[in-house]
């Protein structure tokens, strides 16, 4: 049987021009130009599949995704061979010049791809490596101007322009009422067969010295649209439209609130993905896999 090799990448994207992550038909997508151009370097028949560590949506950009795919040793051996002869023992010259090979199909990569897609590094996983479930969390950020003026020109893919002012204090306050595990429907679009409940980590905000609001997001999961949809919430009592409660109180509510206006898209960056040591990752996986009950 030909040797695969699981490869974790890691890369980021201006989601500008993407109809989000997931390949789909006629449509532009981050999944779509990654795994087309791996095909034509590898030179295989179908495009490769990947495996991501988060799904982001339509206009949602990404600095620290990470990605795995299974590759055929042989192929990867014929790609970074050039015009060289193609090595009779692929699993010999594996052992000689992996390493050249990932920084070569690194480079490749750099080439073949558009420029709002870039690919890192390309590893080797360790043996029990699942880049969505082995993740212990994911960290988002949400970047907000609430100056009278708009957003600088050359940010406003990233930051969203909110036309009243914005108190940090009360963001914060209602912010810490939603830590800890919930059930996080009233945020989420509810999908079939799919838990809502997920371990919000950390959501605070700070204001940085160029006046940008950036709210912190961690947990170890995030179902569709929650991000978007917190901060959506939180944003109404920054500008004292809601009290400090009212995000919480919807969270106890368990059903989705019209009141609950997601938050447009671009102003939305998955920066970080962590995982745990090597001989940690096949448990965690596992662990993931499982469907989530509320602890009693």
Known sequence: MERELRLRLDLGYDGTDFSGWAR?????????????ALGRILRLEA?????VAGRTDAGVHARGQVAHVDVPLAALAAASSGRAPVPEDPERAWEERGAEWLAALTRRLAGVLPLDVRVHAVSVAPEGFDARFSALSRRYGYRVCDAPGGVDPLRRREVLWY???????????????????????????KRE??????????????????????ATVVADAF??????????????????????????????????????????????????????????????????????????
């Open 163 to 189: 036309p009243r002012p914005l108190d940090v204090d009360l963001l914060n306050a209602a912010a810490a009422r939603l830590l800890g595990e919930h059930d996080f429907a009233a945020f989420c679009r």
């Open 223 to 296: 179902c569709h649209s929650m991000v978007r949809a917190l901060v959506g919430s939180l944003l109404t009592v920054g500008e004292g439209r809601r009290p400090v409660e009212w995000p919480a109180e919807v969270l106890a509510g368990a059903v989705r609130d019209s009141g609950v206006h997601v938050a447009p898209a671009h102003g939305l960056t998955l920066e970080e993905v962590r995982y745990p040591g090597p001989e940690e990752l096949a448990r965690r996986a596992a662990a993931t896999r499982r469907v989530r009950t509320l602890s009693t």
């Open 47 to 51: 495009p490769p599949s990947l495996t």
């Open 24 to 36: 789909q038909p006629e449509r532009r997508t981050v999944q779509g130009e990654i795994e087309d």
């Open 193 to 214: 067969g799919a838990t809502t409940i997920r371990e919000l980590q950390r959501l605070d905000w700070v204001r940085g010295e160029d006046g940008i609001l950036l």
